[in-house]
């Protein structure tokens, strides 16, 4: 792995040299950038403080050594000088050089910032990558530096983001057999999982994650020893708290990092998969596991399935399930989702399910905010606006709804929001010639539960 640091480093110092001199051709700019690569690597070193004398030489042989005057010292030499202690907080706030690029980028419109962002990130992975296990110090490092640079860089070129919905999970269960047959750029699923509303925590999860994912596959390319990292988690939450989106955008990332081969999404239920007669619980559920090799089965209400106690035929999905997972473990994910308590019990239902699921992800309930702009953003795709009273309406609405077990969360703000068209339609429907801002913007008497 020093070798990939090396190379990653060389990479961008090239990089990130090209992009200077585009804006200052008369200079040479190689020493900046040994410099800047440095601050990178050297912060990750110091992210969790334990500077080992593997990531010492490393620091040493990918740009000490390029520095002007090199610096060429011990392991011993550099830890009893504290060299890169307190490097990490370097993280927390855009170089110089970076702020020159993206500034540069928005006046004349150019990428420069985004080819140091992308090269930065490789380096920062590698860097990561040179422990078997990255700490999670190391981990939140990487997704708070990811999260400064792109703050950083301001809205993102077109062909870097999508358009990110309104969380929804859908009311039966879909198949969605129409997975990306080529891999999406995992940075476009990353945008896409940033620009949903709310769930801060759940992203922060899954960035984790996927860096983690990166870090893995940057050691197998280098024929290093690897760990395998659980592909099977657990999703809690009431309805409505987008797991189905989620879970649709990881088996999009596992696929564009190489772990499922085509990267769609299955869901199911406890009547998908258990059938009322011996025998054919069993051949129903490795139907529906089939369909989901090479992606992600999410189960939603998967403690149901431990419910019926022991002469149930759930149990015999589970032990299917448990099968299936063991048996293709290289190219599937599967998700369980519901109620925490439930989920509890589902999981201790069955010893194969505790060793496998080892990764829970809390989705919690949307604040008051969060569903208004869950609520625009429907209104929105749909040919709506709000006035300012009626936004102010819609926040009474969902304040006086109860956040009970249950509470719908984005179903709820859909519900709404079909409530109030149809408000707004039998309105309209006493204007003889509506205007077109009377056709499309909705007022506080239109909002309604």
């Not at 110091?46 to 030489?57: F, K, S």
């Not at 657990?234 to 596992?254: D, E, H, M």
Request: net charge negative; glycine share 8%; hydrophobic share 40%.
């Amino acid at each position: 792995m020093p070798d990939a640091v090396h190379d990653l480093a060389q990479r961008f110092g090239d990089v990130t040299d090209a992009a200077l001199r585009a804006l200052a051709p008369d200079r040479d700019h190689r020493a900046e950038c040994a410099i800047e690569a440095g601050n990178i690597v050297a912060a990750f070193v110091d992210a969790d403080g334990r500077h080992t004398d593997d990531e010492l030489r490393t620091w040493v042989a990918a740009v000490g050594e390029h520095l002007v005057p090199p610096m060429i010292l011990a392991p011993s030499a550099l830890r009893a000088d504290d060299t890169l202690g307190g490097r990490a907080e370097w993280l927390d706030r855009p170089s110089t050089l970076f702020v020159l690029l993206a500034d540069a980028d928005r006046r004349d419109g150019t990428t420069h910032a985004r080819t140091y962002y992308d090269a930065a990130l490789g380096l920062a992975h590698a860097t990561a990558a040179l422990d078997l296990v990255p700490s999670p110090a190391e981990l939140d490092a990487i997704d708070r530096y990811r999260t400064m640079l792109l703050a950083t860089l301001g809205p993102a070129p077109a062909e870097h983001t999508q358009a990110g919905d309104a969380p929804q999970e859908s009311d039966t269960p879909a198949h969605d057999d129409d997975g990306p047959l080529d891999p999406r750029p995992v940075d476009d699923v990353l945008a896409e999982l940033d620009a949903l509303v709310g769930l801060e925590s759940v992203k922060h999860e899954v960035r984790r994650l996927t860096s983690l994912l990166r870090v893995q596959r940057l050691r197998a390319e280098r024929d290093l020893p690897t760990v395998e990292v659980g592909m099977h988690l657990v999703f809690t939450g009431n309805p409505g708290t987008g797991k189905t989106t989620v879970a649709r955008l990881l088996s999009q990332i596992l696929h564009a990092l190489g772990i499922v081969s085509r990267g769609h999404l299955v869901e199911t239920e406890r009547s998908d998969l258990v059938a009322g007669y011996v025998g054919q619980t069993a051949t129903t559920t490795r139907a529906v596991l089939e369909s989901a090799l090479g992606g992600t089965l999410l189960i939603d209400e998967a403690y149901a399935l431990a419910r019926g106690g022991t002469n149930d035929f759930g149990l015999e999905a589970i032990d299917t399930i448990v099968k299936f997972m063991e048996d293709h473990r290289d190219d599937l994910s599967i998700i369980a989702a519901g109620y925490p308590n439930e989920m509890d019990e589902l999981i201790n239902a069955n010893p194969g399910l505790q060793s496998r699921f080892t990764r829970t992800i809390d989705f919690p309930d949307y604040a008051t905010g969060e569903l208004i702009a869950i609520f625009e953003l429907i209104s929105s795709a749909k040919g709506y606006e709000l006035e300012p009273d009626a936004r102010t309406r819609l926040a009474e609405v969902i304040e006086a709804e109860p956040r009970d077990r249950g509470f719908g969360n984005g179903r709820f703000a859909r519900n709404v929001f079909e409530a109030s068209i149809g408000t707004h339609a039998v309105r309209l429907a006493d204007i003889d010639e509506p205007s077109d801002d009377q056709l499309v913007t909705l007022t506080a008497a239109d909002i309604t539960r």
